[in-house]
Every structure is written in structure tokens, then in C-alpha cells.
């Protein structure tokens, strides 16, 4: 028999945090894909100025993913850019400017209903 978390104790768990900060534009999408198992995570680029489309791709993914999941995913990257890709993507990526800000903006969500 294998023991399967509720999703009430899964979301009381911290969500995983991905440090790709260091992280050079080629290795991007392929940190971001790597399988994980998370409901909520946090997902820190640091501050670029730009990202490559197949990093933007896998964010997108794992946005899908986890939502599909009823999970939730932040991302971390400067203001910039983070501008520029909610507009170029409006489907609801929570963005971040800092992890402190994710991390915050995840555990305020942990609770809300969700739509479906």
C-alpha cells in the first residue's frame, strides 16, 4: 500500500524553491524542466534583462502543469522583464521581484478558492 498525501497536507507543506540565479540563458529550460514533485514552487532567475524562448516555453509548462495540478508556481526576475513577459503572456504567471515576495505571495494563495 502506498501512503498518498491529502491535498490539504501537501499544501502545508513549504513550496520547493529552484535557485537558477547562476544559471547560464542555455542551461535555463532545461533547470526549469527537470521533473520535481511540488505543488507550489518558487522559481528564481535572478535579474536578467532577457530570457531565451525555450526557458519562456518551459515556464510556461510548468505554469500549466502545476495549475492543472491546482498548484502554483512564482517566478522570480526583475521588474523589466517581468513587465514585458505578463504582457507578451497574460495567462496568469505570478510574477515576483524578489524570493521573499514569492515565497509571501504563495503562502497567501494556499488558502484562496480556486477557480476553476
Known amino acids: 500500500m502506498t501512503f498518498v498525501p491529502s491535498l490539504d497536507a501537501r499544501r502545508s507543506a513549504p513550496p520547493l524553491v529552484l535557485d537558477l540565479t547562476r544559471a ?5 529550460a532545461a533547470g526549469v524542466r527537470a521533473p520535481r514533485r511540488a505543488d507550489r514552487m518558487v522559481i528564481d532567475l535572478g535579474e536578467r534583462r532577457t530570457l531565451p524562448p525555450d526557458a519562456i516555453e518551459a515556464l510556461l509548462a510548468t505554469h500549466r502543469a502545476l495549475r492543472r495540478a491546482r498548484g502554483r508556481c512564482a517566478i522570480v526576475v526583475g521588474p523589466a522583464l517581468a513587465s514585458q513577459l505578463s504582457l507578451a503572456y497574460p495567462e496568469g504567471l505570478l510574477w515576483a521581484a524578489d524570493r521573499e515576495a514569492a515565497l ?13
Open 24 to 28: 547560464s540563458e542555455t542551461a535555463l
Open 104 to 116: 509571501a505571495a504563495l503562502r497567501g494563495r494556499a488558502g484562496a478558492p480556486r477557480s476553476p
